[in-house]
């Protein structure tokens, strides 16, 4: 058997079969590399675009305009358009901010992020979007996108009172409401949303 096992050693088979394992790990290992190295791009691009960020001279359309912001990472990606829709806030560029977050939140739908982080920062984003609309003076758009995000919290259903509310749609404000006092609150939580409500006059 140990001469079986020599002989085999010795034979062009066992050489071929180790020299495509040779490969097979090499290809492996240089994509691993390949991998990193595109990490590292990426984060030192990310690292770069943020300082750019920091420049006071050019506002956040005109670094809109002139960055490319797309990542192959979503995290780096969810960030940056996030600071930037935030420079875009302080500068009174609403419909900047506007466009940014909508981008953001139709990525964010079909990424791969874990469901619950997927929803806290799907609700966030849905928030400053639905503010926005309010913001905009922009009714029709805000409502459906109010009925599409199909979110079931009572933050999401205060939100949706405040919008109505804003357009002095004072029934389907308190219907919205009144599904957040339905929903898992303390007192002084449901005390603010009664607060909240609008009389019909």
């Known amino acids: 058997m140990i001469e079986n096992l020599i002989n ?3 034979s062009r088979k066992f050489i ?3 020299s495509a394992l040779v490969l097979l790990f090499g290809v492996l290992a240089f994509v691993n590399y390949l991998n990193d190295q595109k990490n590292q791009e990426e984060f030192l691009l990310f690292v770069a675009i ?3 960020f920091s420049n006071e001279t050019e506002t956040a359309e005109d670094l809109f305009n ?3 912001l797309e990542y192959q990472n ?3 990606e969810l960030i940056t358009k996030s600071v930037l829709a935030k420079k875009a806030l302080d500068e009174s560029s609403f419909e900047l901010a506007l466009d940014i977050y909508l981008d953001i939140n139709e990525q964010l739908q079909s990424s791969s992020i874990a469901n619950a982080t997927k929803n806290v920062l799907k609700e966030q984003y ?3 979007i639905i503010r926005l609309y309010i913001e905009l003076d ?3 758009e805000g409502r459906l996108f109010l009925e599409q995000s199909n979110l079931k919290s009572p933050r999401f ?3 949706g009172g405040d919008f109505y509310k804003s357009f002095s749609e004072n029934d389907l404000a308190n219907q919205w409401y009144d599904k957040a006092l339905d929903s898992d609150l303390n007192e002084t939580q449901k005390n603010l949303i009664e607060l909240k409500k609008p009389f019909n006059e």
Do not use: A, H, Q, T
């Open 8 to 10: 085999f050693i010795k």
């Open 16 to 18: 071929y079969s180790v």
């Open 50 to 52: 943020n300082e750019e």
């Open 66 to 68: 002139r960055l490319d």
């Open 74 to 76: 979503f995290g780096y």
């Open 126 to 128: 849905v928030e400053n």
């Open 138 to 140: 922009r009714y029709e």
């Open 157 to 159: 259903y205060e939100l």
